[in-house]
């Protein structure tokens, strides 16, 4: 016997049937009322952020009702705050509305509205800001995954991550204090930085499924990708030496075990990449070459 499928109304209308069909069912009720009065349609107008059509943001507090953010999409938030804070600051949202700015950051759509300028500030100039807690540092690691997948490495490095804090500190020279702050940030975002690469926001579940820093041999794969997104002009000299000393730490122990295996890892990294990150690895394999003399040498 087929399933019977239950009709209802809500399900295809367009926005604007939508929205004064709840404009109708809602009117002279309360957010909270109106929500005891028909969830589903409430709900439905959320999503779409067709409910702040009806009810205002100040209805909301008012009656103590959760602000429904959770309901909306990025996009949809995005395009709520575009309509109705544009042309102040960031820093002047967080004073005037600060739960506006709070969900905001929390979703890391802030450079996004800079970008599209609803926010009257420059993007590098919010790029260069000095990080000053740990709440800044993981809305940071949240937005960049460059310095995200550098944290999860330092991380699973944990008493050998000293190198790639420094090129941390090298990329990001204007946004921290001290190598010592940066590595009191790393330790207290822990668990987010866990997080959110195993959710796949590096886009990393593709290749490793569930992340563990406990882990190691997914750190070429985390470590190709903040490669890739460090930008042509802080990828100077100096960074290049600390990145290759750093994926020493990485390959040592294996190359200890068995060199030809490691040698063959990284001459298909080679094979496979270009610009800096084929530097990189060049820069390893020239290292481990050395190696192989002096050993040679010494018999």
Request: charged letters at 30%; proline letters at 3%.
């Amino acid at each position: 016997m087929s399933e019977i499928k239950i009709y209802n109304p809500y399900d295809r209308p367009s926005n604007d049937l939508l929205l004064s069909i709840g404009k109708r069912r809602f009117k002279d009720k309360s957010p909270g009322d109106a929500w005891v009065d028909d969830d589903y349609l409430w709900e439905k107008l959320a999503r779409k952020g067709l409910i702040f059509e009806i009810f205002s943001e100040k209805e909301f507090l008012e009656s103590r009702m959760p602000l429904p953010w959770n309901l909306m999409s990025d996009r949809v938030l995005i395009t709520y705050i575009s309509r109705n804070y544009s042309g102040i600051s960031s820093a002047k949202l967080n004073n005037t509305h600060p739960h506006i700015y709070r969900i905001a950051s929390e979703r890391g759509i802030i450079p996004e509205l800079i970008e599209r300028k609803v926010f009257v500030e420059d993007l590098a100039t919010h790029n260069k800001k000095k990080i000053k807690s740990v709440e800044e540092f993981k809305e940071l690691i949240k937005n960049d995954a460059t310095i995200r997948n550098l944290a999860a490495a330092a991380l699973m490095l944990n008493g050998d991550s000293g190198g790639f804090e420094s090129a941390i500190l090298e990329i990001y020279s204007e946004r921290f204090k001290n190598q010592s702050q940066l590595h009191q940030y790393l330790e207290e975002s822990r668990d987010n930085i866990i997080e959110l690469v195993g959710k796949g926001i590096t886009n990393l579940g593709v290749f490793i499924g569930e992340f563990s820093l406990a882990n190691r041999s997914i750190l070429p794969v985390l470590l190709g990708e903040a490669f890739n997104g460090i930008e042509n002009g802080k990828f100077l000299g100096s960074l290049e030496k600390k990145l290759v000393r750093s994926l020493q730490t990485v390959y040592s122990p294996r190359f200890n075990k068995d060199r030809n295996d490691v040698m063959t890892e990284i001459e298909s990294k080679i094979n496979t990449s270009n610009g800096k990150v084929q530097a990189i690895y060049l820069g390893l394999k020239n290292h481990y070459q050395e190696v192989i003399k002096l050993e040679e040498k010494l018999k």
